[in-house]
T-cell receptor, first 112, second 110 residues
Framework: NAGVTQTPKFQVLKTGQSMTLQCAQD?????MSWYRQDPGMGLRLIHY???????DQGEVPNGYNVSRSTTEDFPLRLLSAAPSQTSVYFC???????????FGQGTRLTVV | DQQVKQNSPSLSVQEGRISILNCDYT??????FLWYKKYPAEGPTFLIS?????DKNEDGRFTVFLNKSAKHLSLHIVPSQPGDSAVYFC?????????FGQGTTLQVKP
């Protein structure tokens, strides 16, 4: 049972490049979310999904897109990378409301 | 504006003593609250949770207290152990959205 899998683990991008951070879960969870962790800022919610085909914005959605075509996958797209998007990104999933979320190991992204 | 706040960036306690971590929230729609622990280079791991219909939940050395009127929750760790040293995040949930605080770094000294 792999849980929540994020790829890649590390990535360096040049300003203006685009890329997709992958997140997959094998627990058949309905809810999935993307967070970024920055020093002193904690974990900030970027986008989240309450089921396949349904996504919504979180606290810091600008510069990011998501889609949820299947229950298992929730990719995060950076449209045009900026140095301000240098961060550690975490994907999380949970089965239903009123339960805990399970996190992936994170993707460390550096934009130069 | 931050909806979930942890106003203490760090806390240091002696092994065997109690650690108390605090969290405040502003959104009355939050109805489920959680605490997570995080080590460097790892994803956060779940510790304990509480529903808004309760005011206390206990799991071994960890107890979470919820004061809805004050919009405040706290995590008590008794007794504290050196292995508890980590960053602790509180989180609040409403309508599928899970919002985290800034985190408190706990150091437990032997």
């Amino acid at each position: 049972n792999a849980g929540v899998t994020q790829t890649p683990k590390f990535q360096v991008l040049k300003t203006g490049q685009s890329m997709t951070l992958q997140c997959a879960q094998d627990m058949n969870h309905e809810y999935m979310s993307w967070y970024r962790q920055d020093p002193g800022m904690g974990l900030r919610l970027i986008h989240y999904s309450v089921g396949a085909g349904i996504t919504d914005q979180g606290e810091v959605p600008n510069g990011y897109n998501v889609s949820r075509s299947t229950t298992e996958d929730f990719p995060l797209r950076l449209l045009s990378a900026a140095p301000s998007q240098t961060s550690v990104y975490f994907c999380a999933s949970r089965p239903v409301l009123y339960t805990e979320a399970f996190f992936g190991q994170g993707t460390r992204l550096t934009v130069v | 504006d931050q909806q979930v706040k942890q106003n203490s960036p760090s806390l240091s306690v002696q092994e065997g003593r109690i650690s108390i971590l605090n969290c405040d929230y502003t959104n009355s729609m939050f109805d489920y609250f959680l605490w997570y622990k995080k080590y460097p280079a790892e994803g956060p791991t779940f510790l304990i949770s509480i529903s808004s219909i309760k005011d206390k939940n206990e799991d071994g050395r960890f107890t979470v207290f919820l004061n809805k009127s004050a919009k405040h929750l706290s995590l008590h760790i008794v007794p504290s152990q050196p292995g508890d040293s980590a960053v602790y995040f509180c989180a609040a949930s409403a309508l599928g959205k899970l919002i985290f605080g800034q985190g408190t770094t706990l150091q437990v000294k032997p």
